[in-house]
């Protein structure tokens, strides 16, 4: 983990709300795992004051360093600044962060984004195709805006000999509906032998109990609101099977299903 | 070539290499930070709370972001006094920075036992009091809002250690000095000013309060005024030793508080966005000193220049 001020190098605008920024990272960030994220300091301002959490959404070494990206959607004020960044802008990035997904390469798994969840996902999706591990790819949002990326994610599916299945809740993309449906009736054939997922705390909570349901294990990338990314302020607890909190900072983002009583 | 200037203070008995310190419950217990700042720079460290038995704290939302600050409810969630000794002060003692530990408890009994088990503990340079914690025995009400409580709950942790002893003022009372002088009269060496400013956010489209448990403590910039005017009463009008804090992030802001009649001070929102906040800070008051030719830090305590 370092605390480092990294460089724009350039943004690509997604149909907003969505964004993603490229920036020169420490040689650090070769190592991220993924599923780890960065707290990035929009500004030094008052407002937003606290940093902001970001996925590492891609990372890759080149001749001229570590170049990484984040994919962001704007709620609010910070996240809004963020959209607004040019080339040559600088912002301080704490990172990388948190614990990682769990690779695994033997069998097959199902990979389930809501939303800018995909975030979190594309680092793992890459590395998953890169060695071997066979996945599908389900992304689910209200409508066809809230798929960004989604055709790298396709093409990295089937890379790895599985597919991309969309789902929108109006219908604009893919299969109307929501994207436990499509993967609980393959869940119901044994498709998978493990679930990787992250976004809204409503969708995961419905997918770890789909999963238990079926008898497949998996993680999630829990979405929470942080004060420092680090473990000092305690404020991203999350409930813990064992009854104590968890902070989803240090001891996440990525949680077993079995391991968050949701 | 100008010498350096002189940045050591003292908090009553509490002799501190330089004023920052890092305030309780934004620094964890410490070790956090190792890797993120040279913590062998920082003068004084205060930990996060500490109760005789762990406490596992509020549910989520605990936290909240507010214009030029935060609230927070963490609901006191700490390792507990044990586990903090035989665990973490070990890996502290390495460094310089003086370790205070910040104490609480729901009766009185509870501080008296949390004093004897520092006590003996070499490591520990002194105790800052939390009293913005409820009483079990009298209802509820935070210890120190009621100035006759206080006292004696001062006066019995003062019955139990030998160690420095620092009590830590709530700003949501009528009467901080009331409630200083409280402290004084118990036997305490210094207070601290201020913790955090009890208060709400709502979100007008859900309708919801931004925190679980409704109310929580601002901190951060948002509350300096309100921490600068405390300080600077509780300074004159106690005659203790008083450790600042509310909303520092600059040499400007520590200047401010030293001014106001602050001894020491204490970081501590500031740490959540910046890690490196303190030594950052340590290093502008050098230059702050250096380029107005001010030969010691100390020299700056209480010395504000009132209005003719």
Redesign the interface.
């Known amino acids: 983990?370092q605390?480092a001020v990294a460089r724009v190098l350039s943004v690509t605008e997604h149909p907003l709300p969505y964004y993603s920024i490229r920036l020169s990272l420490p040689a650090v960030y070769d190592d991220a795992e993924p599923g780890q994220f960065v707290m990035v300091?929009v500004g030094d301002r008052?407002?937003?004051?606290?940093?902001r959490p970001f996925s590492v959404f891609d990372v890759a070494a080149g001749p001229s360093g570590v170049v990484g990206e984040l994919l962001g959607k704007v709620v609010g004020r910070g996240t809004e600044l963020m959209a607004k960044a040019e080339p040559g802008d600088e912002y301080?990035v704490?990172g990388p962060l948190g614990r990682g997904f769990t690779l695994r390469t033997q069998g097959r798994s199902a990979l389930v984004a809501g939303g800018v969840g995909s975030a979190a996902l594309l680092l793992l999706a890459r590395s998953l195709a890169a060695q071997g591990g066979a996945f599908d790819f389900y992304y689910g949002g209200r409508n066809q805006v809230d798929l960004p990326c989604h055709l790298e994610f396709g093409r990295l599916a089937e890379q790895s000999g599985g597919r991309l299945v969309l789902t929108t809740e109006d219908g604009s993309a893919g299969a109307a509906g929501l994207v436990t449906a499509p993967l609980d009736e393959e869940l119901a054939r044994g498709s998978y032998d493990f679930v990787y997922s992250c976004g809204p705390m409503g969708l995961l909570k419905r997918l770890a109990e789909l999963a238990v349901r079926h008898g497949v294990d998996g993680e999630a990338a829990l979405e929470?609101?942080m004060?420092?990314g680090?473990?000092?302020?305690?404020?991203?607890?999350?409930?813990h099977v064992e009854?104590?909190?968890a902070l989803c900072c240090k001891d996440g983002p990525v949680f077993g299903f079995s391991e968050v009583r949701w | 070539m100008t010498p350096r200037p002189d940045l050591a203070t003292r908090v009553g008995p509490l002799e501190l290499a330089n004023p920052l310190m890092t305030a309780s419950g934004t620094f964890g217990y410490g070790l956090e930070f190792a890797h993120l700042t040279a913590l062998e720079r920082i003068g004084g460290l205060v930990t996060k709370g500490l109760s005789p038995e762990p406490i596992l704290g509020n549910p989520s939302p605990r936290i909240c972001e507010t214009r030029g600050g935060m609230l927070n409810s963490i609901g006191l969630q700490n390792i507990g006094i044990d586990a903090y000794i035989d665990d973490v002060l070990p890996g502290l003692s390495q460094y310089p920075a003086k370790i205070i530990v910040n104490l609480f408890g729901t009766t009185r009994e509870q501080y008296e036992g949390l004093a004897r088990r520092v006590e003996g503990v070499p490591d520990i340079a002194a105790l800052e009091l939390n009293v913005s914690c409820p009483n079990v025995q009298r209802g509820g009400i935070e210890f120190g809002h009621d100035p006759q409580v206080l006292e004696e709950l001062v006066a019995a942790v003062r019955q139990n250690t030998s160690k420095p002893i620092i009590v830590k003022l709530s700003p949501n009372v009528t009467s901080p000095v009331l409630i200083g002088e409280a402290a004084r009269r118990g036997g305490a060496d210094a207070l601290s000013c201020i913790n955090t400013v009890l208060g709400m956010a709502i979100d007008a489209d859900s309708r919801r309060p931004l925190l679980r448990r409704l109310k929580g403590g601002l901190s951060g910039p948002a509350i300096k005024p309100i921490a600068l005017r405390i300080v600077y009463d509780v300074h004159r009008e106690v005659g203790l030793p008083v450790s600042g804090i509310g909303g520092i992030e600059s040499a400007r802001d520590v200047v401010e508080f030293l001014l106001a009649g602050a001894s020491a001070v204490q970081v501590g929102t500031a740490l959540f966005r910046t890690p490196n906040a303190p030594v950052r800070i340590l290093e502008e008051l050098e230059t702050f000193l250096t380029d107005r030719n001010l030969a010691a830090v100390s020299d700056l305590i209480g010395a504000l220049e009132p209005y003719d």
């Open positions: 983990m605390d300091q008052l407002e937003p004051y606290l940093r301080r704490l929470t609101a004060g420092c680090y473990g000092a302020c305690l404020g991203c607890a999350v409930p009854g104590r909190w």
